[in-house]
């Protein structure tokens, strides 16, 4: 019987700074659903830019919205 490691969820939404309050994301395949990446990974990227472009635990994220306006694909995003 095999075990398979499960992907490391902080390594996923970990951001690379770009200078001037911009970051890059990938967007890993192993995250895809039916026909595009799960959007609740890139809901958690989004939240990890926030609380790392405002660094103040007093000013953290309660609530968030996003509406995709195309499929999520694979690859590098910022």
């Keep these: 019987m ?3 490691q499960a ?4 390594q996923d939404v970990a951001l690379t700074p770009l200078g001037g ?3 890059r994301a990938a967007v890993p395949e192993r995250w895809y ?3 595009g990446a799960n959007g609740g990974l890139l809901a958690a990227q989004a939240t990890r830019a ?3 472009a405002v660094p103040d635990p007093a000013r953290a994220p ?3 919205t996003l ?3 195309e499929v999520p694909t694979e ?4």
């Design 67 to 69: 509406h995709y306006l």
């Design 33 to 35: 659903v039916t026909t």
């Design 21 to 23: 309050g911009s970051w």
């Design 50 to 52: 926030m609380e790392l």
């Design 2 to 4: 095999s075990t398979t």
């Design 62 to 64: 309660r609530s968030l």
């Design 75 to 78: 690859g590098e995003l910022d």
């Design 7 to 10: 992907p490391a969820f902080d």
